[in-house]
């Protein structure tokens, strides 16, 4: 077994990278990875460890010549390589770079492959957008609303539409919920990054090291020939009900190890109640049935870290308020902090994350003023957290076909009706059926636009000028939309008339009257 892997010096990517390497019928990985002085360590380790088994080329995964090198002869290629948040929220080219034109490039190469690789592509749970207690579950297939200025979202989400309709003869979308790893702490208390989450973002965890072991248990099913099932398919990366919390979970799971939790550290209002990104899978039973990869708890998986990491453990010992003003408070000044938007007048941030600067003035700085699920303010907490009760409640929003179908059995009646739910029509006539080739759409603007059944009644997209940003002019599309506005109203006014968008690099915000 030949395999191809970018981002291999990511948190999940050097988990995939090790677990990968313990099967006995790799022959070798090719990793591409970036002329970073940082990532020389790295690749001597690697060749020291993994003597002849390991291939290295070093450049940019945009790089035409280098991806066409990567998947030339080898069996699977593992896409991992991202510039995530808060570095794709400093810089919007490095994200665009290896987030979106790296895809494409990756993408090419492997279809003037004779014979073509298998191709795996990481997605995330970005893509979905914003949720909180009134949808909080979802699966494939879900609209994808990409929070506005998200453009580390948006340049994934445009990467995994790419993926889904060049027709390649093998590939698979595994879209990654949040994930822990041991640099977690760390790498989130330098940036106003951590105030974006919502205290009732419903976010589901797992871990690196689980990641890893999929990517492994996916080469390994590979290489026996016993996974053909499992290609052509979007999936949730989950991490089961022992991963499902919220964003004030987060705080309080990860502040423990140092001896503290959100209430003693943050204020409400220092964080935004919407335009955060995380989900709930309903689904996510499905990857795990097949490959068997969920061991870690994300409550656990803090303890784990607390215990290896002799730092936190001295956090037990300093005074709270100290931490609260020396690490956290300070942190409010930072330019990528929502209350640093307020102070500055940073309009479009404002608008897309409180809703209005009055809004976002009005917010309490009292705990007592705020309804928690994790507290049970909006039923049990256990039963709001159970999938299989989200789908026999009917807690999950329709998708407007009939979801009990295979995409083998869809007919002309399904387009229709899938098309009708979000404004438009399928223009297409045939008989037949092919839930992977391109056929023709036209949404509520009028936009022709070509895309797979599968894209649009699985993947969730929809119209690329209209639902796939940027600019973002949800406001406007949940009006004609009644697949997008199920989830779009629940955290934003059918008043709203809002579109965001980038010039020269900055945000701007303009409202539209025009229905």
């Given amino acids: 077994m030949k395999i191809a892997m970018t981002g291999a010096n990511g948190h999940m ?37 993994f003597r002849g088994r ?11 010549r280098l991806a066409r090198q990567l998947v030339t002869g080898v069996d699977l290629v593992v896409h991992m390589a991202a510039v995530i948040p808060p570095a794709s929220d400093a810089d919007h080219k490095a994200s665009e770079e290896c987030n979106l034109q790296g895809t494409l490039a990756l993408v090419d190469a492997v ?3 004779d014979p073509q690789p298998a191709f795996l592509h990481i997605s995330t749970v970005a893509v979905y957008g914003n949720r909180n207690e009134n949808h909080p579950f979802g699966r494939v297939g879900d609209p994808l609303l990409v929070s506005p200025l998200d453009t580390y979202a948006m340049h994934k989400l445009r990467a995994e539409r ?33 105030f974006h989450t919502a205290l009732n973002a419903p ?3 797992t871990t690196a090291r689980d990641s890893g072991l999929l990517i492994k248990n996916i080469v390994d099913g590979e290489s026996k020939g016993e996974i053909e099932h499992f290609w052509k398919h979007i999936y949730n990366i989950g991490g089961g009900f022992r991963g499902r919390g919220t964003g004030y979970d987060t705080f309080n799971d990860g502040f423990c190890i140092i001896g503290g939790s959100a209430e003693k550290f943050f204020k409400p209002n220092w964080l935004s109640p919407r335009n955060f990104h995380g989900m709930w899978f309903a689904d996510g039973d499905i990857l795990e049935d097949m490959f068997h990869y969920q061991r870690d708890g994300e409550r656990e998986y803090w303890r784990e870290i607390g215990r290896n990491h002799k730092l936190y453990k001295l956090g037990k010992f300093v005074p709270k308020q100290l931490i609260h003003f020396f690490l956290f408070r300070k942190l409010l000044k930072h330019p990528n902090s929502p209350l640093e938007w307020v102070r500055t007048g940073d309009i479009p941030h404002v608008t897309a994350h409180f809703g209005s600067m009055e809004e976002a003035k009005a917010l309490s700085s009292d705990w007592k003023d705020y309804k928690l699920m994790s507290k049970g303010d909006f039923g049990n907490y256990d039963e709001l957290r159970d999938a299989k009760k989200a789908v026999e409640e009917g807690r999950l929003v329709p998708l407007g076909y009939d979801e009990s179908k295979r995409e083998t059995e869809w007919n002309l009646d399904d387009l229709r009706s899938a098309a009708a739910f979000r404004g438009g029509e399928v223009l297409f006539e045939g008989d037949r059926i092919d839930p992977y080739r391109k056929i023709f759409w036209k949404c509520h603007e009028g936009h022709t636009f070509e895309a797979s059944p599968y894209t649009i009644l699985k993947g969730g ?20 939309s009644p697949f997008h506005a199920q989830i779009w109203y629940d955290s934003h006014s059918p008043e709203e008339e809002n579109v965001y968008d980038y010039e020269n690099g900055k945000p701007v915000l303009r409202t539209e009257k025009k229905a």
């Avoid at 060049?166 to 879209?175: K, Y």
């Fill in 54 to 64: 390991i291939q290295i080329l070093r450049g940019s995964v945009k790089d035409e």
């Fill in 111 to 113: 279809k003037k492959c």
């Fill in 461 to 480: 997209h929809w119209c690329p000028a209209c639902a796939q940003p940027a600019p973002w002019n949800f406001d406007r599309l949940a009006k004609h």
């Fill in 13 to 49: 990517g050097v988990e995939a990278l090790f677990q990968t390497m313990e099967l006995s019928q790799v022959e070798f990985v090719r990793v591409l990875i970036s002329k970073k002085k940082k990532n020389e360590k790295l690749v001597k380790a690697w060749k020291k460890k």
């Fill in 203 to 205: 976010l589901e965890w």
């Fill in 162 to 194: 790419y993926v889904l309709d060049a027709e390649l003869s093998r590939w698979a979308v595994l879209r990654q919920t949040a994930m822990l790893h041991p640099d977690m702490m760390k790498c989130n208390v330098s940036d106003g990054l951590m």
